[in-house]
T-cell receptor, first 116, second 115 residues
Framework: ETGVTQSPTHLIKTRGQQVTLRCSSQ?????VSWYQQALGQGPQFIFQ???????GRGNFPPRFSGLQFPNYSSELNVNALELDDSALYLC???????????????FGQGTRLTVV | DQQVKQNSPSLSVQEGRISILNCDYT??????FLWYKKYPAEGPTFLIS?????DKNEDGRFTVFLNKSAKHLSLHIVPSQPGDSAVYFC??????????????FGTGTRLTIIP
């Protein structure tokens, strides 16, 4: 059983640029959530995808967007990068059938994004 | 507005003794609580969870206690081992979010086990 994998592990971008982060879900999981963890803080929910549709969003501006693919892998896109976007971005996958409560989320190792 | 609070940024415990990590929450709608452990350069790892219909859940060396009236939960690790040294995050899920589930995390407690 493969775990959650994220790529790249580290990334440096310039303010104003765009970035795409990728996540492969754990085998058998159909739900992907993205979190931002700033230094010294706990992870903050960005959004969640279930069956390729956005299924909830946290307090993040529209320049944070995402996709989920038929194989349940996912992308997080951030446009017009700002210095405050520097953080660890975590992807978590879980499994849910219709309206049943999902299983506990399993996290990837994260992508460390630095905006300069 | 910090809905999940871990007021102790760090905790040091002797190997073999009990580690107690605390978490407080303010949102009455939270109905499911989880503890995650995080090592440097790794993602958080799920440890144990508890539903609001219970007041205790045990898994090996780990026990989580929930006091709904006080909006407080704690994680007990007995006995503490050097490999338990990590950052521990308390997280909560909101029943009203069903279908749009998201976890609200605390800021973490760094646990150091002293050999």
């Amino acid at each position: 059983e493969t775990g959650v994998t994220q790529s790249p592990t580290h990334l440096i971008k310039t303010r104003g640029q765009q970035v795409t982060l990728r996540c492969s879900s754990q085998s058998g999981h159909n739900t992907v959530s993205w979190y931002q963890q700033a230094l010294g803080q706990g992870p903050q929910f960005i959004f969640q995808y279930y069956r390729e549709e956005e299924n909830g969003r946290g307090n993040f501006p529209p320049r944070f967007s995402g996709l989920q693919f038929p194989n349940y892998s996912s992308e997080l896109n951030v446009n017009a990068l700002e210095l405050d976007d520097s953080a660890l971005y975590l992807c978590a996958s879980s499994s849910r059938r219709d309206r049943e409560r999902r299983t506990e989320a399993f996290f990837g190792q994260g992508t460390r994004l630095t905006v300069v | 507005d910090q809905q999940v609070k871990q007021n102790s940024p760090s905790l040091s415990v002797q190997e073999g003794r009990i580690s107690i990590l605390n978490c407080d929450y303010t949102n009455s709608m939270f109905d499911y609580f989880l503890w995650y452990k995080k090592y440097p350069a790794e993602g958080p790892t799920f440890l144990i969870s508890i539903s609001s219909i219970k007041d205790k859940n045990e898994d090996g060396r780990f026990t989580v206690f929930l006091n709904k009236s006080a909006k407080h939960l704690s994680l007990h690790i007995v006995p503490s081992q050097p490999g338990d040294s990590a950052v521990y995050f308390c997280a909560a899920d909101d029943i009203s979010n069903f279908g749009n589930e998201k976890l609200t995390f605390g800021t973490g407690t760094r646990l150091t086990i002293i050999p």
